[in-house]
């Protein structure tokens, strides 16, 4: 008798799915899968993946490990809610952008709120 673990049983891709502590965990070649479903437009695995690193670095998402086929696996629990703060902060500071570039033209073209 050998004392290796057991190997892991081999089973096609899952779809997305919550695991035992409650994440939501996906590989890119499952994203890929669930979006082309969804939309029914292909999408370029390593494109979305590029992507994917770039939320990754703003925090938005994270990756958690690697499977033995060198796929990225992704916990997007939060990422729904994360990007709605970067979208939220980036929307805010274009409107003040805005409403104080708006505010210096109405001034210099002499318009008040009289």
């Given at each position: 008798m050998s004392n290796r673990p057991p190997s892991p049983s081999i089973t096609s891709p899952s779809p997305i799915e919550r695991d035992g502590d409650d994440r939501v965990l996906a590989t890119t070649p499952e994203l890929v899968a669930s979006i082309e479903?969804?939309?029914g437009h292909q999408l370029e695995e390593a494109a979305l993946e590029e992507?994917?690193?770039?939320l990754d670095r703003a925090?938005?998402?994270e990756w958690v490990s690697v499977t033995r086929t060198g796929d990225y696996v992704w916990d997007?629990?939060?990422t729904p809610d994360q990007i709605a703060a970067v979208v939220a902060d980036v929307v805010v500071e274009q409107l003040c952008?805005?409403?104080s570039t708006s505010g210096r033209a109405t001034?210099?073209?002499g318009i008040t709120d009289e």
């Open positions: 479903s969804s939309t992507l994917l690193i770039v925090d938005c998402l997007l629990t939060d952008s805005w409403l001034s210099e073209a």
